[in-house]
C-alpha cells in the first residue's frame, strides 16, 4: 500500500534544530521528486524544499534557504528534512509528499501522495 509517515516533529526553542522523518512505502518512493510543505494556523500550504528520486536534484523556499536540508536514504526509503536555526514563524504542520512526472514540486503543483502531518512549534 502507497503510504507517507511523518515523524520527527515537536516543540523546540528558537535557534534550536529539528529532524523531520517520512517513511516511505509502496510505489511512492520511485516518485520523481519527494518534498516537504507546511501549513501554518490560517495560512495556505506551502512548498517547503524538495528532492528527486536520485537526490542529485534538491531546492528549496527562499524563507528556509540556508537553515533547512533535505536528503534521502534510498536504502531505508526514508525522507528527511535537517531544520536548524529555527524561528517562530517555522511553527506549522510539515507534511511530506510524493510526485511523479517531469514537473518541478510547487505549492501550486498537484501532489500524488501526501503524508498525515507532523506538527512542529517553534517557541521564542
Known amino acids: 500500500q502507497a503510504q507517507l509517515v511523518e515523524s520527527g516533529g515537536g516543540l523546540v526553542q528558537a535557534g534550536g534544530s529539528l529532524r523531520l522523518s517520512c517513511a516511505a512505502s509502496g510505489r511512492t518512493f520511485s516518485a520523481t521528486y519527494m518534498g516537504w510543505f507546511r501549513q501554518a494556523p490560517g495560512k495556505e500550504r506551502e512548498f517547503v524544499a524538495a528532492?528527486?528520486?536520485?537526490?542529485?536534484?534538491?531546492y528549496y523556499a527562499d524563507s528556509v534557504k540556508g537553515r533547512f536540508t533535505i536528503s534521502r536514504d534510498n536504502a531505508k526509503s526514508t525522507m528527511y528534512l535537517q531544520m536548524n536555526r529555527l524561528k517562530p514563524e517555522d511553527t506549522a504542520v510539515y507534511y511530506c509528499?510524493?510526485?511523479?512526472?517531469?514537473?518541478?514540486?510547487?505549492?501550486?503543483?498537484?501532489?500524488?501522495?501526501w503524508g498525515q502531518g507532523t506538527q512542529v512549534t517553534v517557541s521564542s
Open positions: 509528499a510524493a510526485k511523479f512526472g517531469p514537473s518541478r514540486m510547487s505549492s501550486t503543483t498537484r501532489n500524488d501522495y
Open positions: 528532492i528527486s528520486w536520485s537526490g542529485g536534484s534538491t
